[in-house]
């Protein structure tokens, strides 16, 4: 009998692991190269012998929206947008090689390319790109390759990522391969660099505003299905109370 | 609820966003400003299920997680340091840097700047000072008496004195390049400084492979594109209005939860 409530609780439950991913997509509208999280729910067959059976939900897993961001032309020869499905290769501070979309570069005081949040930009073998001083006139062509008047100065690496829906999400617009698993991201030649753009975030504001207000509705009646319960069993007991 | 404090990141970016831009619209008339750009990033990840989990006995592995990101943060000022327009004041004390360079400013407690802003003035020594009475590096003195001032594009002063048909060679003006250029902190009053992230400077002259060259008589306009900044405001403001959305609904979520008997 009193199923009914925790079914209605994993509605509940469910309704608020998706609030907080769509509360994250939305606190991140403006986050370059920022990939919306989905979260994906699945019934949960509970058999009960001699009766029906019956289903919870469960938060099964959450995938991200790989689609393509608008590109924002922004003029600053540092600033890489990707068209199509490549991803840019990071070894970050720890050492870690991960994988985004985040073309927003800088140099250190070094020459090195890095994020903002200071991980190094790979090439297509997986080794850091640095440029020398004193260059005036810093041109990447669609292949990633990095030129100057002095001549050619490397290549940035673009991957392709096949199993990128498990990898694990770092921050920083960064993904990684999850532990004890094969990172098999492949140069690819299929992308596009584009100098002076940067790929804004793909999360749709009306989508999400509507999924919030989705959100809202499904956890009322989640709410509303708990006290009808409540008042049914309240009520049959006063039944059987005057009975007696 | 950590949607709340999600949305309350989310709102924070947005302001910061908001005060960078203001900052280039307030700027936009500034001799020598570069517009800045607020960079932000995702925060960390509260991995609720691992990617890869085994699903059974036999080895089966679920093909995602669940991931729950906790919001955003601004990871930087990105400064574009793209060429400002030039306008002629013909003002032979204004030069402005067409090209890559920064102008050196002795500053009084014997440190260095940094600037684009190439208004120069006379103290009352007839040395070549900034707008704040700084010393513009090498220190260089005009002689009284002098009727006009050339400077050249490599940046070699030339002082007419009196009479004499043949200008007085005074000095030449040096320029600094930095690896970094984003990494220059601005100090206000139109100089900046270098830092670790900037890395150090090279200083040469005008001209010189690598360096700008300088044009007397003009100045450097700022560099910002009031368009772009007051779209770029619009999509602030709209941001912020859908974060509150979302402390709306989380709000309204919790008090649906509290009226259940």
Redesign the interface.
């Known amino acids: 009998m009193e199923t009914n409530s925790y079914i209605s609780l994993s509605l509940a439950a469910a309704a608020r692991r998706d609030l907080e991913v769509t509360a994250n997509n939305i606190a991140n509208a403006n986050t370059a190269g920022f990939k919306g999280e989905r979260v994906a729910f699945e019934a949960y067959l509970l058999e009960n012998p001699g009766g029906e059976d019956t289903e919870f939900v469960i938060d099964a897993g959450s995938y991200v929206d790989t689609r393509q961001g608008a590109f924002v032309q922004t003029g600053n020869p540092l600033d890489i947008a990707l068209n199509g499905d490549g991803w840019l290769s990071y070894r970050t501070a720890e050492g870690q090689i991960a994988y985004g979309r985040d073309g927003q570069l800088s140099l250190s005081p070094d020459g090195v390319l890095q994020t903002q949040s200071g991980a190094e930009v790979l090439d297509s073998g997986g080794g850091t790109i640095t440029l020398p001083p004193g260059i005036t006139d810093l041109q990447i062509s669609p292949e990633g390759t990095i030129s100057s008047e002095a001549g050619e100065l490397g290549q940035i690496g673009m991957f392709d990522v096949p199993s990128l829906q498990s990898y694990e999400r770092l921050g920083a617009g960064m993904f990684v391969p999850p532990e004890g698993a094969r990172d098999d991201a492949q140069p690819t030649e299929s992308t596009e660099m584009v100098q002076g753009s940067i790929e804004s975030s793909n999360v749709h504001p009306i989508a999400e505003v509507t999924r919030l207000m989705e959100v809202q509705k499904s956890y009322e009646r989640a709410t509303k299905l708990i006290d009808n319960e409540d008042k049914l069993i309240r009520d049959a007991l006063r039944r059987i109370g005057r009975m007696g | ?3 709340l404090s ?2 309350a ?2 709102m924070l ?2 302001q910061n ?1 908001v005060d960078v831009i203001s900052n280039n619209i307030a700027n936009a008339n500034t001799t020598g400003f570069k517009s800045a ?1 607020a ?7 509260e ?6 989990a085994l699903t059974s006995d036999q080895g089966t592995i ?11 943060q601004t ?2 000022t ?1 400064r ?3 060429q400002g327009g030039f306008v002629s004041t013909e003002n032979d004390l204004d030069v402005a840097i067409d ?2 360079g920064y102008f050196v400013v002795n500053l009084p407690d014997g440190g260095r700047a940094y600037t684009r802003d190439g208004a120069f003035q006379l103290s009352a020594e007839g040395q070549l000072v900034t707008m704040q009475g700084y010393e513009v590096d090498p220190g260089v003195v005009v002689p009284e008496n002098t009727k006009s001032i050339e400077i050249n594009e490599q940046g070699v002063i030339m002082a007419y004195v009196e009479s004499d048909p043949n200008p007085v060679e005074l000095g030449q003006l040096s320029l600094a ?1 930095f ?2 250029d ?2 220059l902190r601005p100090m206000g009053n139109n100089l900046l400084e270098g830092t ?5 400077a ?1 200083t040469a002259n005008p001209g010189d ?3 700008g060259i300088v044009r007397q008589g003009y100045l450097e306009n700022s560099n910002v594109n009031i368009i772009q900044q007051i779209t770029d405001l619009i ?2 403001q ?2 912020y209005e ?2 509150s ?2 402390i709306e ?2 709000d ?2 919790m008090s ?2 509290n ?3």
């Open positions: 609820m950590k949607a999600i949305a990141t989310g970016a947005q966003n750009r960079a932000f990033q995702d925060l960390i990840y991995n609720v299920s691992r990617e890869g679920a093909p995602t997680g669940i991931d729950i990101g906790l919001g955003v990871s930087g990105v574009l340091n793209t090209g890559q390049t690896i970094n984003g990494g670790a992230a900037s890395g150090d090279t492979p690598g360096f999509s602030a709209r941001a859908m974060n959305k979302t609904t989380a309204q979520m649906t939860a009226q259940v008997r």
